[in-house]
């Protein structure tokens, strides 16, 4: 099946320094790629749909300005957390539709912020 | 209000025994429907989805699915489960479509299978 893949898998930062996460269709292109947040033992949440070319569309309640998205090609998406604080630890996945309606997910990157 | 749920937040089952979890939709239309298993600190993967054609899906680890549309139902299920079956289980239903090759997902908020040995 399909295949995309994140970077890096685990990161650690200190509070007020961004970090970028990098979401990448390894096998197929994707217009549109989604970024969701997992808080532990809870489901995902839907953070923003990533459109190449194009303006991300964001979740109610998700700052625009602390999240930027940048679909940057047919197979990049990258999601930039700026001045990070602890608040924002948790774990960011992205994901991709196929041309047969099927989402396929990034494994997954854990964000910690000290 | 379009919606998904999994009334259970956890089930234990023991091994080789049949496993059922269970997801309810409320959508307006034909909805598509997908089950999602993820491992611990791993990414969501695919498992089955019904978009239209045979009321029972089968999946990938021998998992499979029945949609009933009459009871807005689509219980995974597995005739006999695996201690390597244990994780965290995700119903998702498609709630837009824009034509444009985008779709969102709206998932439950997960049942964690636990096989006991």
């Known amino acids: 099946g399909a295949v995309v893949s994140q970077h890096p898998s685990w990161v650690i930062c200190k509070s007020g320094t961004s970090v970028k996460i990098e979401c990448r269709s390894l096998d197929f292109q994707a217009t549109t790629m989604f970024w969701y947040r997992q808080f532990p033992k809870q489901s995902l949440m839907l953070m923003a749909t990533?459109?190449?070319?194009?303006?991300?569309?964001?979740e109610q309640g998700v700052e625009k300005d602390k999240f930027l998205i940048n679909h940057a090609s047919l197979t990049l998406s990258t999601l930039t957390v700026t001045s990070a604080h602890p608040e924002d630890s948790s774990f960011y996945i992205c994901?991709?539709?196929?041309?047969?309606?099927?989402?396929?997910f990034g494994p997954g990157t854990r964000l910690t912020v000290l | 209000a379009q919606s998904v749920a999994q009334p259970e937040d956890q089930v234990n089952v023991a091994e080789g025994n049949p496993l059922t979890v269970k997801c309810t939709y409320s959508?307006?239309?034909?909805?598509?429907l997908f089950w999602y298993v993820q491992y611990p600190n791993r990414g969501l993967q695919f498992l089955l989805k019904?978009?239209?054609?045979?009321?029972l899906v089968k999946g990938s680890y021998g998992f499979e699915a029945e949609f009933n549309k009459s009871q807005t139902s689509f219980h995974l299920k597995k005739p006999s489960a695996l201690v390597s079956d244990s994780a965290l289980y995700f119903c998702?239903?498609?709630?837009?479509?824009?034509?444009?090759?985008?779709?969102?997902?709206?998932f439950g908020k997960g049942t964690k299978l636990s096989v006991i040995p």
């Open positions: 998702a239903v498609l709630l837009t479509y824009s034509g444009a090759g985008s779709y969102q997902l709206t």
């Open positions: 959508v307006s239309g034909n909805p598509y």
């Open positions: 019904y978009i239209t054609g045979d009321n």
């Open positions: 990533s459109n190449e070319g194009s303006k991300a569309t964001y």
């Open positions: 994901s991709a539709p196929d041309s047969s309606d099927t989402q396929y």
